[in-house]
């Protein structure tokens, strides 16, 4: 299988690569596709693996379909197959569990034809432009193109731990490692956004009793989406054209007017969110440097929004005790008899803190920094020099197709990246809104190009 020719090679078979795939072949249904995905299912990833029905989605069922469009997909398909128990959820957020499974069933209805193959399996690097993949087995598989979609690493703890404490320490991500959280666990988890209120959500449902306490050096939460999902009236072109100060500072005017005019803040952050890409690539490489130093914590928060009924879980939590969050800067971890010491640095007048806990979760975010510690692939594009460090470092560097730069800013001819490794060149890279275009902009550029033979 590995020796026979692709059109297309596709690493990574989560949501990004099952996009890809998709608007390839809704372009050209003869297309031979191969996703090079290790985990069992296709179209999940991270962020779709979860079975957890607390796990929400972050964006409303109406605005999730494939396709741009055709974003009501998701709910036609909802009802479809849950007929009138689906009759009204466009403005819902739908379990995340849900969409895995509405996107693989269109990429298998996509694939129907036996044009997509899943190729269990890491790819470990790419030869000859990006059209060799070579595989962890050491197999080469031939394409005429490839796309990196690999999407979301997580980032590391940004301490050593003890090798005796080790197994009290997991990652966010590892769904079976929080199922096993013992009920009575006293349990820390390290940052305070998306991964935390997933972890606080999960063990809520499994019917956790002791204490949590949730760390970060300004303990920002993410703020809740308003049930209209307006969008307020915001010159884009004046915005755009404003230095990141000036912008911040109108901004805060608008957000400031709409409240006092009884609209919704989020109202102005809904109208900048089409605009993403542009708005990044508008700042200046010194403002885009400001915004990471200073803004872009407070922009996390107010743009990363969750459901409403989220928040309220967060807030019962909160004010029965069982859920605590801090503003800590963690300087160590140590072994505390048999459970684990969280020590943080005296900041803002306060004094130096100790936690002790049974378990701790890195629930840190998204490693963006390019190339991943530990991540073969990306060290060998860096090293054959198919790729080069996007802006700032993050992900890798792009021309607006998403087709790679090589060392010497080249554009690739047959490689090319989606989701999260475009986040320094694109800034708005990993949703699925921003996904469904970058892939279709893939396809069209694609087309002419992709057939091996
Ligand atoms: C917890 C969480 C919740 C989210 N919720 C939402 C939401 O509600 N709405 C929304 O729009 N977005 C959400 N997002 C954003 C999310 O990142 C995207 O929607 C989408 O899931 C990203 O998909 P992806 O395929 O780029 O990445 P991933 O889901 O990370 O998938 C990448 C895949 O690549 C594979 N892979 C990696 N390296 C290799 C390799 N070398 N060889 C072969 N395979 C490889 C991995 O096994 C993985 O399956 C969420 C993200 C997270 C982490």
Known sequence: ?????????????????????????ARDPGMRIAIIEPRATLARGVAYSTTRDEHLLN??????????AMQGDFVAWLQAVDGEAAADVGHDFMPRRRFGDYLAARLAEAAA????????????????????????????????????ATGNASRPLPLSVPAEIAARVCEAWDLAA???????????IVGTGLSMVDIVLALRGQGHRGPVIALSRHALLPLPHEPT???LDVDIDALAALPLRARMRRLRALATA?????????????????????LWQSLSPADQARFLRHVVRGWDVHRHRIAPQVVEALEAMRADGQLRVEAARLAAITTDGDGVALHAVAQGG??????????????????????????????????AGLARPGPFGLGVDVDGD?????????????????????????????AVPDLRLQAARIAARLRPAARSS
Not at 60 to 66: K, L, P, V
Not at 352 to 370: K, L, M, P
């Open 59 to 68: 964006v409303t069922a109406d605005r999730m379909g494939w396709h741009a």
């Open 258 to 278: 709409a409240t006092a005019a009884g609209l919704p803040w989020q109202g102005v952050m809904q109208a900048l969110r089409p605009h993403g890409v542009r």
């Open 178 to 188: 929080i199922a096993a959280i013992p009920a009575d666990a006293r349990v820390a």
């Open 229 to 231: 999902h307006m969008a």
């Open 350 to 383: 306060k004094p130096a803190r100790h936690w002790q806990v049974d378990r701790v979760v890195n629930a840190t975010g998204i490693q963006s920094r390019f190339p991943v510690a530990d991540d073969a692939l990306q060290a060998s594009l860096l090293a």
């Open 1 to 25: 299988m590995t020796g026979a020719g692709y059109d297309l090679a596709v690493i990574g078979g989560g949501a990004a690569g099952a996009l890809v795939a998709m608007h390839c072949l």
């Open 402 to 430: 998403g087709a790679l730069r090589d060392r010497d800013g080249s554009a690739a001819a047959a490689l090319f990246a989606i989701g999260s490794l475009r986040i320094g060149a694109e800034w708005e890279s990993i």
């Open 113 to 148: 034809s036996g044009a997509v193959v899943h190729v269990h399996a890491r790819a470990v690097a790419c030869e000859d432009g990006g059209r060799t993949v070579v595989l962890a087995s050491g197999e080469r598989l031939h394409a005429a193109a490839c796309v990196l």
